[in-house]
């Protein structure tokens, strides 16, 4: 079965600081990867998905398909990146919906 | 917001009673889908339909059934047989039915509590 890990359940970094959010997956076929995001009393968002390699608020996301890895970074944290971050990864197929991991609370602390 | 919309944001059941979840979409999308949240599980794939008048399984269907009778709507209902159906519903919809691991646009949610 595939599986999503997010080994943090909570990171806090200090504003400014660089902050690294990880993310691994278990799928032996080309995945599809994507980070969401649900800031507070707002509702979940797709962040960015790794086929588009983009830059999105800053947050950047490379897939390691050695180490099986879609870790999203960003250099310098601001204080509006605190919100709960879903990796997410999508292998078509039969099952069509997303398998998430269980989250990473990001908090930026001032 | 807009586009994707879920109701009602909170609902309280008795335990053994069924209760129907609403999502309507105005987003002409062909796929749709409920998950389910709970705190420090991330989200659990409930069931899925790629096209109207068809629908699958996810990951923990047990205790749920759907229907999707519209492509604008993919109600959710609850029954009595699910064990533990305290938790946060997320409903959500992409444009592509199959194939592609298209965007995914998410309702605001419906958080069920059993008394």
């Known amino acids: 079965a595939q599986r999503v890990t997010q080994p943090e359940k909570l990171l806090s970094v200090f504003k400014g600081a660089p902050v690294e959010l990880k993310c691994n997956y278990s799928y032996s076929g080309s995945p599809e990867l994507f980070w969401y995001v649900q800031y507070s009393r707002q509702r979940l968002q797709l962040l960015l998905r790794h086929i588009s390699r983009e830059s999105i608020k800053g947050f950047t996301a490379d897939l390691n398909k050695g180490e099986t890895s879609f870790h999203l970074k960003k250099p310098f944290a601001q204080e509006e990146d605190s919100a709960m971050y879903y990796c997410a990864h999508y292998s078509g197929g039969g099952a069509d919906g997303l398998t998430f991991g269980k989250g990473t609370h990001l908090i930026i602390q001032p | 917001d807009g586009g994707i919309t879920q109701s009602p944001k909170y609902l309280f059941r008795k335990e053994g009673q069924n209760v129907t979840l609403s999502c309507e979409q105005n987003?002409?999308?062909?796929?749709m889908y409920w998950y389910r949240q709970d705190p420090g599980q991330g989200l659990r794939l409930i069931y899925y339909?790629?096209?109207?008048?068809?629908?699958q399984k996810g990951d923990i269907a047990e205790g749920y059934s759907v229907s999707r009778e519209k492509k604008e709507s993919f109600p959710l209902t609850v029954t009595s047989a699910q064990k533990n159906p305290t938790a946060f519903y997320l409903c959500?919809?992409?444009?592509?039915?199959?194939?592609?691991?298209?965007?995914?646009?998410f309702g605001p949610g419906t958080r069920l509590t059993v008394l």
């Open positions: 339909s790629q096209i109207v008048n068809d629908f």
């Open positions: 959500a919809s992409s444009p592509t039915h199959s194939g592609n691991p298209d965007t995914q646009y």
């Open positions: 987003l002409n999308h062909d796929a």
